[in-house]
């Protein structure tokens, strides 16, 4: 009697685990990738063959524009249960006899950079528009009579001693405001800090040298 024989048939893949799978790796890079701060101001950054990386966290930015203004950065450091930012503010109001509301607080801890007089602070973080918001930002006065960069130093340095300190300065910025940020930066007992740089990778190659 003859063998029947089977019908031959293509091989089939069930790609619904694949797509799952996908997707729950996709929700999981989404829900825990943080994103980079803008910054406050258009800078362009010097390069470098320092191959040194900036921490990602407990570290305080400076950051020094060509038209002389000064901004500051300040994260909640790794264990953000500690809200580093909401006891800077804190702090500083202290320091102004300013009051700020838990809603104001809040949003100053989820904000980044910022440059602006403790009098434009409050309006700053009530202001939804984001280019309505980015009129505030005139930089942080460092004049002799009320300098307020050298207090949100000395605060910083009270709530967070471990925070590092980066200067991010654009490659034009003058030099007298750099300097006077760097004598800042000392008067407060930070005499160990960073440039932010980008990285310029030099190739290192055989020259020939003619025969004599």
């Known amino acids: 009697m003859p063998k ?3 019908i031959a048939r293509s091989p089939h893949i069930d790609m ?8 729950l790796l996709l929700t999981f890079f989404i829900l825990t990738a943080t994103f980079r701060p803008v910054d406050p101001a258009k800078l362009t950054i010097p390069n470098s063959v320092s191959e040194k990386v900036a921490p990602d966290n407990d570290i305080m930015t400076i950051f020094i524009s060509t038209d002389k203004k000064i ?10 249960s500690k809200h580093f930012r909401a006891e800077l503010l804190k702090a500083m109001g202290d320091q102004y006899k300013i009051s700020f509301t838990p809603k104001e607080i809040t949003q100053f801890s989820r904000k980044s950079s910022f440059g602006m007089p403790m009098a434009y602070l409050k309006q700053w973080l009530n ?17 002799s009579i009320d300098n307020q960069f050298a207090w949100w130093l000395n605060k910083a340095r009270f709530v967070n001693s471990q925070a590092q300190v980066a200067i991010k300065a654009d490659g034009n910025a003058p030099y007298p405001v750099v300097k006077k940020v760097l004598d800042l930066i000392q008067k407060n007992g930070i005499n160990k800090f960073n440039f932010v740089t980008t990285y310029d990778k030099q190739e290192v190659g055989i020259k020939d040298i003619p025969k004599q």
Not at 16 to 23: A, E
Not at 71 to 80: I, L, P
């Open 4 to 6: 029947i024989k089977s």
């Open 16 to 23: 619904t685990p694949m797509v799952d799978l996908f997707s």
């Open 71 to 80: 901004y500051f950065n300040f994260d909640n450091g790794k264990d953000t």
């Open 127 to 143: 202001t939804e528009d984001s280019k309505e918001s980015d009129k505030f930002q005139v930089g942080i006065p460092t004049d």
